[in-house]
């Protein structure tokens, strides 16, 4: 995930950059430019291309890339004159590194044409929803399950969950719609809420690399979209687990069942014995795969199909397009909130020398008023494909420094 750089380290780079004459490249109608800062950065950028450059105005956009000691870093800025060949641009007030991407994006070129589909099902269901994708597939914990025997499965895990918690429950949001407050906000979220000692605190931090637990500044988030005024939410946390403690309820927590962008339920166990442990994360990772195994299995089951929709190719608008990604938009409609990041799409790349096939996996979204806008990834592109789009992007032949790239490294 592309990082930005803070403040200190942006000077630096750019003093690196004006001191070590760094060369900083950028694609054009499939010609490579290299500028070189002809001052220190201050007010604004000097660029000098080394040679008169027609094809450049004020006003025109530049995606600018350079590489200091291995670290690829990304920023962008305007034209805001051109004098005496020279480019006097203006400062970024972002550079990123740590990129998705180890090439340039390029504005897509005229005569390439781009179509999308979706990969897998697409469903339009009844159940809350959520901003994130969630692939469904067999669970390694439970590979050895009868995910047919639907009654089976909740058995088994009843058995298993009984070690842990003194209560066990799931709830179906076909069947009930979500009232309560642990409701309201699991299917709002599509993240556990986990209180593991109603005495204590909720969760201040999530360890999970996707984020998937309610912190309290979730929980405190919430409560103001509710209309509870930013000076009641300490003391609303506060009333919220001592109500549970007051109702014997030692340790808590409530797994959404997710299938898509889809809540279609949850798991809550809870724990009333006193001296018992409290729920730990470990029973928190085995629940997340029973939800995940739940919601396969109800897949094979059927319980999903009258709300299948057929994948049509649809052609956003391709903003730009490097050797390893894209970025496209698409205008809002009810069809823009089934892009969601992790979300996988099939891409024809149509040029007029190749055609070529390649799975893209969304990895950023964001959204204006009018627009959502999605990062995609290129995934296991063929390595024959890889060097027609490199070469066909910017326009010259792959050498071994682009080696990285054809190992998969990007």
């Not at 006003?59 to 004098?83: A, E, M, P, S, T």
């Not at 946390?237 to 997710?258: E, T």
């Not at 892009?339 to 024809?348: A, G, K």
């Amino acid at each position: 995930m592309a990082t930005p750089v803070k403040r200190i380290e942006k000077e630096f780079l750019f003093k690196a950059l004006f001191d070590e004459k760094l060369p900083i490249m950028h694609i054009k109608d499939r010609i490579e430019y290299i500028f070189i800062l002809e001052k220190p950065v201050k007010e604004e950028i000097v660029l000098n291309p080394g040679r008169f450059l027609s094809k450049f105005k004020p006003r025109d956009n530049l995606d600018l890339l350079f590489n200091y000691r291995g670290q690829v870093i990304d920023f962008v800025v305007d034209i805001k004159n051109i004098k005496d060949d020279l480019l006097y641009c203006t400062v970024p007030e972002m550079l990123y590194k740590n990129l998705d991407r180890n090439f340039l994006r390029v504005d897509t070129p005229t005569d390439i044409k781009i179509m999308f589909t979706f990969r897998g099902d697409r469903y339009n269901l009844g159940f809350p929803k959520v901003n994130e994708y969630e692939d469904i597939g067999k669970s390694e914990m439970f590979r050895n399950m009868d995910h047919h025997n639907l009654s089976g499965l909740v058995k088994q895990m009843t058995t298993w969950m009984s070690s842990y918690a003194d209560g066990f429950k799931i709830v179906n949001f076909k069947d009930k719609k979500p009232d309560e407050i642990e409701e309201r906000i699991v299917s709002e979220y599509g993240k556990t809420l986990y209180i593991p000692s109603t005495a204590g605190f909720m969760p201040r931090s999530d360890p999970y690399p996707k984020k998937r637990i309610i912190t309290e500044e979730l929980f405190k988030r919430y409560l103001e979209s509710t209309g509870i005024g930013q000076g009641f939410l300490d003391d609303t946390c506060a009333r919220f687990l001592k109500s549970k403690l007051d109702n014997g309820i030692f340790s808590d927590a409530w797994v959404p069942i997710l299938f898509h962008e889809y809540v279609i339920g949850y798991i809550h166990i809870w724990v009333t014995k006193e001296g018992r442990p409290p729920i730990e994360f470990s029973v928190l990772d085995s629940l997340y795969e029973f939800a995940k195994v739940l919601a396969f299995s109800l897949k094979e089951n059927g319980y999903f199909e009258h709300g299948k929709i057929q994948n049509e190719p649809f052609a956003g608008r391709v903003l730009d397009i490097s050797a390893s990604g894209l970025l496209f938009s698409y205008p809002h409609s009810s069809f823009l909130m089934t892009l969601l990041v992790d979300s996988e799409l099939s891409v024809n790349i149509s040029t007029p020398k190749r055609s070529i096939d390649v799975t893209a996996r969304i990895v950023r979204r964001f959204k204006d008023k009018t627009t959502g806008y999605f990062g995609c990834r290129f995934m296991h592109m063929a390595p024959e494909d890889k060097r027609f789009l490199f070469e066909y992007l910017y326009g010259r032949q792959i050498d071994d420094s682009d080696a990285l790239f054809l190992t998969g490294q990007v």
